[in-house]
Structures are given as structure tokens and as C-alpha cells.
């Protein structure tokens, strides 16, 4: 059984990230000037190589640091790919960012432009190719039983599933679940190959044999009278423990916890709207969006509205009432795109695919999203945001809050134009549940680069969809 070795791991990945980084840097160099780019950058040939090498004492501790401090050289088991390299990115913009403002401060004005391109081009795919052969050899090892943990799991519960669940269809982690302890559940029944081998009281004699290198509590809600003493056994062992809480449907991926004078207070919904420097950011995006919105797309909707004007009869803006930020109505704005109807008949369920109440005019609008466009004027004034949930109806508000669980939580953010559920598909007459999933994802999650993200993603898949009908 292999023990705990992320000190020595972390230093071999630190001594590999330094060369990675000078390497980088080397090659950054040779390609400038030792290639046919020597010569096309004026006054970059001013400082001769020596100067240039000088300048690797404080470019890799410069990155060594920038890794660290994005947490890079955290424990990689259980984490995705994705975040190593958004903090690769991350790391390697702060750092030439950093470069250049120290260039700046020396007045080193000759340092070629086109070489720091280069190395932070180079440094993150290097890094990236490094840290993905590191992942790849570790994987092959632990498939031949090296570099594993081994777990054992104290207490049957929703929260031991899911981590069973997870454990298995991720081998790459390197971890092996050992067994469950339980009071409740009788020894010998498994869940995914693993089996219940005793009672909780069982760790005193487990712990001492030494063969364990991680614990993970996964108590059961109905036993937390246990979770303290369990937790002084456990650390009296030394053994490396976690804690899995069975209450992952209360609280957040990401719980947001406060310090009340020294008692902690875990915040069962955390979002980052309710921030009032987020918030300001956010609407002063909306006002200077929506504006140029109505600017650029104004000869649009004057086309718009003389189709609809001259091809059925009634107004060409329909209003409709939607429950909007902290649970208050407004009237959403809409180019028309139905026949006339009484409001009993509108109110009574959702447009369908091939409804014959919309008109041909208004078929076109649905499909193109165009008769969307009048919500700028929502934006505007503030009763909606470029992005966030869409609003609904107050009927439909008061059934769905009654159906699916968190429903109401979407009201904490202005509704949107358009949103992270839309752009995935759930718009129209799809699933209430899984929009509502997607929506509390960008309302707990939400930073200003995922509006931007989510804004741009519209221009490919939120105008145009098969279910926009």
C-alpha cells in the first residue's frame, strides 16, 4: 500500500514546472533570434543574450509562485481537467501581465515584444503537454495497483452512494473503497461491489492496524450524534479524514460560509448577485448593452413592426405579466406573434409546436427569437438582464413552486434575455426541471466572464432553436 506522497509528488511537479518555464523561455528566445524573426523587430537585438538569460532569476520563481498560488499544486485526485488548465491560463496571463509591468518599472523598453508572446504561448502549451503526461503516468501505475488510497467509509447513507458512484466510474483517481462501517445496515450487504463489514464501534480496532489511508464520514442526517466522537477516534489515529455531509440537496456545490464572531454559518444559497459590487457591475452592463441593443437593432424591429401591422390585426407589442426579481411582476414586452385572443385563452397553457394560434409573421419571429428584441426596453429600466432565468407567468409560478424544489430560488436574480438554460436547449415546451437545474447552476456560479460567455454562445444557439416555436 502506497501512504501519502503529495509532498514529494508536489516537489518533482514543481521541479518539473521550473524547467518547463525556462525551457519555455530558451525556446522563446532561440525562435526570435536564432530563426528568420531576428530580424524583424526593431531595437530588440539591443540587449545582448546574457541580459536576456538574466532575466529567468525572476521569471521561474515568478511562475513557481503564480502556480501556487492558483492552487496547482493542490491534490489533483478527484479534480477535472478543465480547472488545471483555466488555472494554467490564468497563471501564465497574470505572470506575463506582471513581466511586462516590471519591464515597464526598470524602463527595459528593448525586451522583444515577440519573445514574451512567444514564451507565454509556448509556457502554456508546455505546461499543459507536462502536467497531462504526469496525469497519464500516474494512471497507468495506479491500473497496475501502485499509488493507491485506500478508503474506509464510516456510515451507509445517501452521501456514501454517490461517493461509492463517483469512486467507480473514475479509476483514474486511484482510490479504493476498503468497506462501510453502519449501525443500521446488517454486515455483508454491498452497493457496487462494496461491502458493509461492521459497526461504527468496529474503527477502534480498524485504525490501530495502520492500513488505512484516508476515512471518509458519510453519516446518515439521523446519526450526527455520533459524527463527534467518531471524529476524535479518527484523529487520535492520524489517519487522513474527510468529511462528506448527507444534506448535498440543501446545500450548495460551492457553499458560501461567514465568521460570526467566531462561529462559522453556512449560507444554504449563496449567490454572488447579492453583492453589491457584483451587482452594480452587472447592471451597468445591462444599461450600456441594452442601449446599444436598441441602437443596432432598431431598424429591425421598425421592420418588425410594420409586418405585423400589416398582416393581422391588434397591437404589434404584446405585454405579459412576469414574476421578476424578489418575487415582484412586470410587464415583459414582446413583438405580437398570435392572432387576438381573449386572455383566458392566453393564460391557459404554453405555445406549442405548429400552434395555430401564431401567426406567419409570427412563426418567423419565434424561430429567429426576434420578437424578443422590445425586452431591451425591460433591460433598460432594470426589470430584466441581459442574462439570467427567463421570467415566467404568475400562475405557472405559483404551480411550479409547489412542484419542483428551489423553483423560487430563481427569483433572487433579475430574469434574462437570455440564459444558461436557454442556450442548452430548454426553451419552450421543454423540462421545467432540468431548466430550473441549469438556471440555479448560473445563479450559484455566476461571474462576469459566464454572462460574457453566455451572451456569446446566444449568437450561435439561443437565436435559432428547435424549440422555439
Request: proline share 4%; aromatic share 14%; charged share 20%.
Given at each position: 500500500?502506497?501512504?501519502?506522497?503529495?509532498?514529494?509528488?508536489?516537489?518533482?511537479?514543481?521541479?518539473?514546472?521550473?524547467?518547463?518555464?525556462?525551457?519555455?523561455?530558451?525556446?522563446?528566445?532561440?525562435?526570435?533570434?536564432?530563426?528568420?524573426?531576428?530580424?524583424?523587430?526593431?531595437?530588440?537585438?539591443?540587449?545582448?543574450?546574457?541580459?536576456?538569460?538574466?532575466?529567468?532569476?525572476?521569471?521561474?520563481?515568478?511562475?513557481?509562485?503564480?502556480?501556487?498560488?492558483?492552487?496547482?499544486?493542490?491534490?489533483?485526485?478527484?479534480?477535472?481537467?478543465?480547472?488545471?488548465?483555466?488555472?494554467?491560463?490564468?497563471?501564465?496571463?497574470?505572470?506575463?501581465?506582471?513581466?511586462?509591468?516590471?519591464?515597464?518599472?526598470?524602463?527595459?523598453?528593448?525586451?522583444?515584444?515577440?519573445?514574451?508572446?512567444?514564451?507565454?504561448?509556448?509556457?502554456?502549451?508546455?505546461?499543459?503537454?507536462?502536467?497531462?503526461?504526469?496525469?497519464?503516468?500516474?494512471?497507468?501505475?495506479?491500473?497496475?495497483?501502485?499509488?493507491?488510497?485506500?478508503?474506509?467509509?464510516?456510515?451507509?447513507?445517501?452521501?456514501?452512494?454517490?461517493?461509492?458512484?463517483?469512486?467507480?466510474?473514475?479509476?483514474?483517481?486511484?482510490?479504493?473503497?476498503?468497506?462501510?462501517?453502519?449501525?443500521?445496515?446488517?454486515?455483508?450487504?454491498?452497493?457496487?461491489?462494496?461491502?458493509?463489514?461492521?459497526?461504527?464501534?468496529?474503527?477502534?480496532?480498524?485504525l490501530p492496524e495502520n492500513k488505512l489511508d484516508e476515512i471518509a464520514i458519510t453519516l446518515a442526517l439521523k446519526d450526527y450524534d455520533h459524527l463527534e466522537s467518531i471524529v476524535d477516534l479518527c484523529e487520535k489515529s492520524g489517519v487522513h479524514t474527510k468529511f462528506i455531509p448527507d444534506y448535498n440537496s440543501l446545500v450548495p456545490s460551492h457553499p458560501y460560509t461567514e465568521d460570526l464572531m467566531g462561529l462559522p454559518v453556512i449560507n444554504i444559497r449563496y449567490v454572488p448577485l447579492t453583492n453589491t459590487?457584483?451587482?452594480?457591475?452587472?447592471?451597468?452592463?445591462?444599461?450600456?448593452?441594452?442601449?446599444?441593443?436598441?441602437?443596432?437593432?432598431?431598424?429591425?424591429?421598425?421592420?418588425?413592426?410594420?409586418?405585423?401591422?400589416?398582416?393581422?390585426?391588434?397591437?404589434?407589442?404584446?405585454?405579459?405579466?412576469?414574476?421578476?426579481?424578489?418575487?415582484?411582476?412586470?410587464?415583459?414586452?414582446?413583438?405580437?406573434?398570435?392572432?387576438?385572443?381573449?386572455?383566458?385563452?392566453?393564460?391557459?397553457?404554453?405555445?406549442?409546436?405548429?400552434?395555430?394560434?401564431?401567426?406567419?409573421?409570427?412563426?418567423?419571429?419565434?424561430?429567429?427569437?426576434?420578437?424578443?428584441?422590445?425586452?431591451?426596453?425591460?433591460?433598460?429600466?432594470?426589470?430584466?438582464?441581459?442574462?439570467?432565468?427567463?421570467?415566467?407567468?404568475?400562475?405557472?409560478?405559483?404551480?411550479?413552486?409547489?412542484?419542483?424544489?428551489?423553483?423560487?430560488?430563481?427569483?433572487?436574480?433579475?430574469?434574462?434575455?437570455?440564459?444558461?438554460?436557454?442556450?442548452?436547449?430548454?426553451?419552450?415546451?421543454?423540462?421545467?426541471?432540468?431548466?430550473?437545474?441549469?438556471?440555479?447552476?448560473?445563479?450559484?456560479?455566476?461571474?462576469?466572464?459566464?454572462?460574457?460567455?453566455?451572451?456569446?454562445?446566444?449568437?450561435?444557439?439561443?437565436?435559432?432553436?428547435?424549440?422555439?416555436?
Open positions: 500500500m502506497i501512504k501519502d506522497n503529495q509532498k514529494v509528488f508536489n516537489r518533482l511537479h514543481l521541479l518539473v514546472d521550473a524547467v518547463v518555464v525556462a525551457f519555455s523561455y530558451l525556446l522563446a528566445w532561440y525562435i526570435k533570434f536564432c530563426t528568420t524573426f531576428a530580424d524583424t523587430e526593431p531595437g530588440a537585438g539591443a540587449l545582448d543574450m546574457g541580459t536576456y538569460f538574466s532575466f529567468l532569476y525572476f521569471v521561474v520563481p515568478e511562475y513557481i509562485i503564480l502556480y501556487y498560488f492558483f492552487n496547482m499544486y493542490a491534490p489533483k485526485r478527484g479534480t477535472r481537467r478543465k480547472y488545471e488548465l483555466e488555472g494554467i491560463l490564468k497563471a501564465n496571463t497574470v505572470g506575463i501581465v506582471l513581466f511586462i509591468v516590471v519591464l515597464y518599472m526598470i524602463k527595459q523598453q528593448h525586451f522583444s515584444r515577440f519573445m514574451m508572446g512567444a514564451f507565454f504561448v509556448i509556457n502554456i502549451v508546455l505546461t499543459t503537454i507536462s502536467r497531462t503526461l504526469i496525469r497519464n503516468t500516474l494512471l497507468y501505475f495506479r491500473k497496475k495497483g501502485y499509488n493507491l488510497k485506500y478508503i474506509l467509509l464510516i456510515g451507509y447513507s445517501r452521501a456514501a452512494e454517490e461517493y461509492i458512484t463517483r469512486i467507480n466510474a473514475n479509476p483514474q483517481w486511484g482510490y479504493v473503497v476498503r468497506g462501510i462501517l453502519d449501525d443500521r445496515i446488517p454486515s455483508g450487504t454491498m452497493y457496487k461491489g462494496v461491502k458493509v463489514v461492521g459497526r461504527i464501534e468496529n474503527i477502534r480496532y480498524i459590487l457584483n451587482r452594480v457591475a452587472k447592471r451597468a452592463v445591462d444599461i450600456i448593452g441594452s442601449s446599444l441593443g436598441i441602437v443596432i437593432s432598431s431598424p429591425i424591429m421598425v421592420a418588425a413592426a410594420l409586418a405585423i401591422k400589416f398582416t393581422s390585426r391588434g397591437p404589434v407589442i404584446f405585454k405579459q405579466e412576469r414574476v421578476g426579481l424578489h418575487n415582484r411582476t412586470f410587464k415583459m414586452y414582446k413583438f405580437r406573434t398570435m392572432e387576438m385572443q381573449r386572455p383566458s385563452a392566453e393564460e391557459s397553457a404554453w405555445t406549442v409546436k405548429d400552434d395555430p394560434r401564431v401567426t406567419g409573421v409570427g412563426k418567423f419571429l419565434r424561430r429567429t427569437s426576434l420578437d424578443e428584441l422590445p425586452q431591451l426596453f425591460n433591460i433598460l429600466v432594470g426589470e430584466m438582464s441581459l442574462v439570467g432565468p427567463r421570467p415566467e407567468r404568475p400562475q405557472f409560478v405559483e404551480k411550479f413552486k409547489e412542484e419542483i424544489p428551489r423553483y423560487m430560488i430563481k427569483h433572487q436574480v433579475r430574469p434574462g434575455l437570455t440564459g444558461w438554460a436557454q442556450i442548452n436547449g430548454y426553451r419552450g415546451d421543454t423540462s421545467i426541471r432540468k431548466r430550473i437545474e441549469y438556471d440555479l447552476f448560473y445563479i450559484e456560479n455566476w461571474t462576469m466572464s459566464f454572462d460574457i460567455k453566455i451572451m456569446f454562445l446566444t449568437l450561435f444557439k439561443g437565436f435559432i432553436n428547435k424549440n422555439a416555436y
